[in-house]
């Protein structure tokens, strides 16, 4: 699965707002294949990381390259057809309906007939596990983990290589989230689809990230979670090692072994 070109590579990148910075000169690569999880803690610039790797945002220094291209060069086609974004409270737009969100960027950039745009849109429902009825309903009709799940078909409509997610179970409750985190792995296996995920979430963080960026002293620290729990770095040591982390982590412990005894 792994490539030896990262689908994503970042270098020197620096993000300044005013006087302080948050990022400083920061460097990392991401493979095909992979989910990432991005987490720090608040003001360490994780959501403008996000930005910063899908061109929503310039950096004052570095770049973001996609497939060896600086991300800032992509055209807005190529662009919709390599990532997705998934923004923190959904986005969807209220006036339109389930079905009619899921089918803006197929009637923007697929160039399909109508009738195949609807037939996409509707698999992209059932592939985010949404009932079919929930196609008419509009956003407010929806609980929070309906939205998450509906704007996840809208970020799936493309066929997009890269998912980007910005805190996909924040506000959910921990069934409904543990259910969007089987959502997130379930797409990776089956599709490949590479995912850079930001969440706090720690459950997220210990039951589908194979690596996790951790953004602490405007610096990033990457590694697989086994190599993050034996840093000294004191802000890593107490996120990881406090009570909720060890819950998080015997919890996913168990659904890991769940999951093996299921298959």
């Known amino acids: 699965m792994k490539t030896t070109e990262p689908i994503i590579s970042a270098r020197g990148i620096v993000n300044r707002f005013g006087k302080q910075t948050v990022h400083d000169n920061i460097d990392f690569d991401i493979q095909a294949g992979e989910i990432i999880g991005i987490a720090g803690g608040s003001g360490s610039g994780k959501s403008v990381l996000l930005k910063t790797l899908t061109g929503l945002h310039r950096p004052d220094r570095g770049e973001v390259l996609l497939y060896g291209k600086p991300v800032g060069t992509l055209e807005p086609e190529e662009k919709a057809a390599l990532i997705g974004v998934l923004f923190q409270q959904g986005a969807l737009f209220s006036s339109l309906s389930v079905a009619?969100?899921?089918?803006?960027?197929?009637?923007?950039?697929?160039?399909?007939?109508?009738?195949?745009?609807?037939?996409?849109?509707?698999?992209?429902?059932?592939?985010?596990?949404l009932p079919a009825d929930s196609s008419t309903k509009f956003p407010a009709?929806?609980?929070?983990?309906?939205?998450?799940?509906?704007?996840?078909?809208?970020?799936?409509?493309?066929?997009?290589?890269?998912?980007?997610?910005?805190?996909?179970?924040s506000d959910l409750d921990p069934l409904i989230?543990?259910?969007?985190?089987?959502?997130?792995?379930?797409?990776?296996?089956?599709?490949?689809?590479?995912?850079v995920v930001v969440t706090?979430?720690?459950?997220?963080?210990?039951?589908?990230?194979?690596?996790?960026?951790?953004?602490?002293?405007?610096?990033?620290?990457?590694?697989?979670?086994?190599?993050?729990?034996?840093?000294?770095?004191?802000?890593?040591?107490?996120?990881?090692?406090?009570?909720?982390?060890?819950?998080?982590?015997?919890?996913?412990?168990?659904?890991?072994?769940?999951?093996?005894?299921?298959?």
């Open 100 to 129: 009619q969100n899921v089918l803006l960027p197929l009637r923007q950039y697929s160039g399909l007939p109508p009738p195949e745009q609807e037939k996409l849109a509707a698999l992209k429902l059932e592939l985010a596990g």
């Open 141 to 169: 009709q929806l609980s929070g983990g309906m939205v998450k799940r509906a704007a996840l078909a809208r970020t799936l409509a493309l066929d997009p290589r890269i998912l980007f997610l910005d805190e996909p179970t």
């Open 177 to 195: 989230a543990s259910s969007i985190d089987a959502l997130i792995l379930q797409l990776n296996r089956s599709l490949g689809i590479t995912v």
């Open 200 to 263: 706090h979430d720690l459950t997220t963080l210990f039951t589908v990230c194979h690596r996790v960026a951790i953004l602490v002293e405007q610096k990033i620290v990457i590694d697989t979670l086994d190599g993050l729990m034996k840093s000294r770095q004191p802000w890593i040591r107490e996120f990881l090692h406090n009570p909720r982390a060890q819950g998080a982590l015997k919890a996913s412990q168990q659904s890991h072994k769940g999951t093996h005894h299921g298959n």
